[in-house]
T-cell receptor
Framework: AQRVTQPEKLLSVFKGAPVELKCNYSYSGSPELFWYVQYSRQRLQLLLRHISRESIKGFTADLNKGETSFHLKKPFAQEEDSAMYYCAWGGNYQLIWGAGTKLIIKP | EADIYQTPRYLVIGTGKKITLECSQTMGHDKMYWYQQDPGMELHLIHYSYGVNSTEKGDLSSESTVSRIRTEHFPLTLESARPSHTSQYLC????????????FGQGTRLTVV
């Protein structure tokens, strides 16, 4: 079965430091991959998707088919980046979700 | 303003009660979904609908039922609540298939005592 793994439940970095949130998926083929974010007291929302190859709020994510990874990166973390981040794989009729990583940016 | 609404936000209810979690959207989307999420865990799809009078069960088995009589409304019902139903329930909608961007409501946190 398709599976999305986010190995870190919690990631804490200092403001200005680089951030990398890991995501691995188990699927062969051409996946659609997404990063969703949930800020405190806000609803879950799309951050970015691999197909658009865009940078949102300074975050980028590159699909590595060889390593079946879709890690989320930002070169310089900001305090407002503190949130829950979920990686999701899209296929068939549904999204398969990782368990999420809580990112804390320390001042 | 286009949005997706869930009520109530929080619900504490006794075992055996019947409950309905409401979800409405003004996004104009045909596709709607219900997810269940336990703390610190993944979201699991429990029901989805591709349009009026269309409902399907998701991968996670659930004792809840749904209906889709109107495009904008997708309520979830538990006929007899049990403590094992305690969880967060998230409603979402999308313009295209679920493997594209989904828009989420604020969620309903259900506690069955």
């Amino acid at each position: 079965a398709q599976r999305v793994t986010q190995p870190e439940k919690l990631l804490s970095v200092f403001k200005g430091a680089p951030v990398e949130l890991k995501c691995n998926y188990s699927y062969s083929g051409s996946p659609e991959l997404f990063w969703y974010v949930q800020y405190s007291r806000q609803r879950l929302q799309l951050l970015l998707r691999h197909i658009s190859r865009e940078s949102i709020k300074g975050f980028t994510a590159d699909l590595n088919k060889g390593e079946t990874s879709f890690h989320l990166k930002k070169p310089f973390a900001q305090e407002e980046d503190s949130a829950m981040y979920y990686c999701a794989w899209g296929g068939n009729y549904q999204l398969i979700w990782g368990a999420g990583t809580k990112l804390i940016i320390k001042p | 303003e286009a949005d997706i609404y869930q009520t109530p936000r929080y619900l504490v209810i006794g075992t055996g009660k019947k409950i309905t979690l409401e979800c409405s959207q003004t996004m104009g989307h045909d596709k709607m979904y219900w997810y269940q999420q336990d703390p610190g865990m993944e979201l699991h799809l429990i029901h989805y609908s591709y349009g009026v009078n269309s409902t399907e069960k998701g991968d996670l088995s659930s004792e809840s039922t749904v209906s889709r009589i109107r495009t904008e409304h997708f309520p979830l019902t538990l006929e007899s609540a049990r403590p094992s139903h305690t969880s967060q329930y998230l409603c979402a909608s999308s313009e295209y298939a679920l493997s594209t961007e989904a828009f989420f409501g604020q969620g309903t946190r259900l506690t069955v005592v």
